[in-house]
């Protein structure tokens, strides 16, 4: 069904393209929350992504890797916008309630995230968030898979030094009252 969408798509067909874009904007969304706190940078990417794709979706060369090559474009617009704003993003303010909102699901997923460089967030949110593979995230990212393994590694690594040290605290914290 995903392949037929494509394949209209590629022929300028809107519904289409327009279903398409239904069928991953949660998975858009989730990436690009990875990126940004604020809704408004959000919209912007996922409103750019969206052109983008529509206006080049004829160079797509293979229409089962269409939603891979549909965050690829996301990611190239999030480091864009991310890059021209010259974000100083740090863990606490990524927090953003507005996807909580939206994914209460997945609060503690993103809380984690935040805790990381956000080079690193956007290979965790497609490894364990989206379930991609590192031979796929290292095509999306343009990167050596071995470069990516080692991040999910090193960000693991963070992540588990990160709640060590807040068990710690919350510890005590605990036996101190």
Known sequence: MMEKLVKRAMQKDAESFIRLMEENKQSMLKVAYGFFSN???VADVMQQTALNAYEHIGELKKTTYFKTWLIRILINNCNQLYNSRKYMVTGANTAEEKYFDFYPEDNAFFELLSLLHKDDRVIFQ??????YTTKEISKILEMKESTIR????????????????EEVTFYGKETNG
């Open 126 to 131: 497609l490894y364990y968030g989206e379930g």
């Open 39 to 41: 809704e408004e940078d």
């Open 150 to 165: 080692s991040r999910i590694h090193r960000g693991k690594e963070q992540l588990r030094k990160q709640m060590q040290r």
